[in-house]
Every structure is written in C-alpha cells, then in structure tokens.
C-alpha cells in the first residue's frame, strides 16, 4: 500500500532562510506525488505535484520539489523563506493511477521567526 | 478557475442532532467528490468518495449510516452527520476533481462542535 512519511512535525527557520521539508514515500507502483499547503481552518492548496515527468518540479510561492527513486523521497525545498510562508505542509502520494485518492502524511507545520 | 465552497464554515449543534455539510465545485463539474475529517494537528483522513448519481463508496471504519453523503449533482455534494455526538466534533474537508486530469481542488473547510 502506498504511504508517505514527514519527518519532523514543526520545522522552525528565520526568514530569509533555506526551508527544507522532508517527505518520503513507500509505494510499490511509479507514485504520483503531492505537496499541499494548509493555512489555519482552510482547506488544502496544491503547492506542486511530480506525475513521472521531470524529477525537479517547481511550484507556487518559489518552492519546488525533487522526486529521488532511489532514496523513495521527495522533498519541499524554498531557498529563502518568508513568513507568509509560516502554514501546516502536507505531503500526499495518490494511490491507484492519477489522483483517484490521496493519502496523507501527518503534516509539518513551518515556523518562520524574523 | 477551480474553486470549491463549503457551507457552513462553522455550525455547533446539540447533541443527538443532525448537520448538514455542503460541498460545490462553483466553476467546473465534478463527477467525484471526496470527503476528509481533519482532528486538531493531524493529517486528513479520507471518509469516503462520493460520484455523482451512485452510492458514496466509504472507507474502511467509515460508519455509512452516520456520514450520510448524496451527490446530487455534477456540482454538489452534501454531508449529513447524523445523531451527531461530541465525538464527531472535527473540521470537515471536501475536495471536487476535475474530470480531464482527475486533479483534486479542496474546499475551505467546516468546523463542527457537537456539544
């Protein structure tokens, strides 16, 4: 069954800073994976998504995500951070083919201090 | 374009009660909808997947008699809690997909405090 793992349930960064959120995946077919961005009692908006094309993917907001197989991870990355960026960030891998249904991993929620 | 409403955004009810949860996909069609809980710092939990014009598909521990969910049309999708009891009290997330690339677009969210 296909599953994602976060590592790190808050992550803390000055702004100007490197953010570097930590997903990976278990999955036994080529996964579809999401990242998703959850500011509080919102619902979920789609920062980026890799679908089996190109391994770097970039997103909204100056984040981007590289897919790595052999290390089953796909991280969130911005290389200077900034504190409208301070959400709750979810990993999510679709299981079946597409986006027929999603599984989520527990969320990191991104602090950004001044 | 894409845009996904819930209403309402908050409801609080007694106990015993039953709500009802709104979901629309406001510019586009949507054969399947999905339905997640969210419990405060947690992830989100899929319900169940709802399709427009057939019986909502619930997963596993998924009481189908208490979360009553129709799909009445292309558009809306509702969410009924029924007998509703503290215990359900949660934030209640749909999502509509878009048909050409099956890409999900979530809703705002409703909070529901059942006292």
């Known amino acids: 069954a296909q599953s994602v793992t976060q590592l790190g349930s808050h992550v803390s960064v000055s702004e100007g800073a490197l953010v570097l959120l930590r997903c990976n995946y278990s999955?036994?077919?080529?996964?579809?994976l999401f990242w998703y961005v959850q500011y509080p009692n919102q619902g979920l908006q789609l920062l980026l998504k890799y679908t089996s094309a190109a391994t770097l993917v970039k997103g909204i907001n100056g984040f981007e995500a590289e897919f790595k197989k052999s290390e089953t991870s796909f991280h969130l990355t911005k290389p200077s951070a900034h504190m409208s960026d301070a959400a709750e960030y979810f990993c999510?891998?679709?299981?079946?083919?597409?986006?027929?249904?999603?599984?989520f991993g527990t969320g990191t929620r991104l602090l950004v201090s001044p | 374009g894409a845009v996904v409403s819930q209403h309402p955004s908050w409801v609080i009810c007694k106990s015993g009660t039953s709500v009802k949860i709104e979901c629309r996909s406001l510019?586009?069609?949507?054969?399947?909808m999905f339905w997640y809980r969210q419990f405060p710092k947690q992830s989100l939990m899929l319900m169940a997947t709802?399709?427009?014009?057939?019986?909502?598909?619930?997963e596993q521990g998924v009481e189908k008699d208490k979360f009553l969910i129709n799909h009445a049309s292309l558009t809306l999708s509702t969410l009924t809690v029924t007998s509703a009891h503290p215990e359900d009290s949660s934030f209640y997330i749909c999502?509509?997909?878009?048909?050409?690339?099956?890409?999900?677009?979530f809703g705002p969210g409703t909070r529901l405090t059942v006292l």
């Open positions: 999502s509509a997909q878009l048909a050409w690339n099956n890409e999900q677009f």
């Open positions: 510019d586009f069609q949507a054969t399947t």
């Open positions: 999510a891998v679709s299981v079946n083919t597409g986006f027929q249904k999603l599984v």
């Open positions: 709802s399709n427009e014009g057939s019986k909502a598909t619930y």
């Open positions: 999955s036994s077919v080529p996964p579809y």
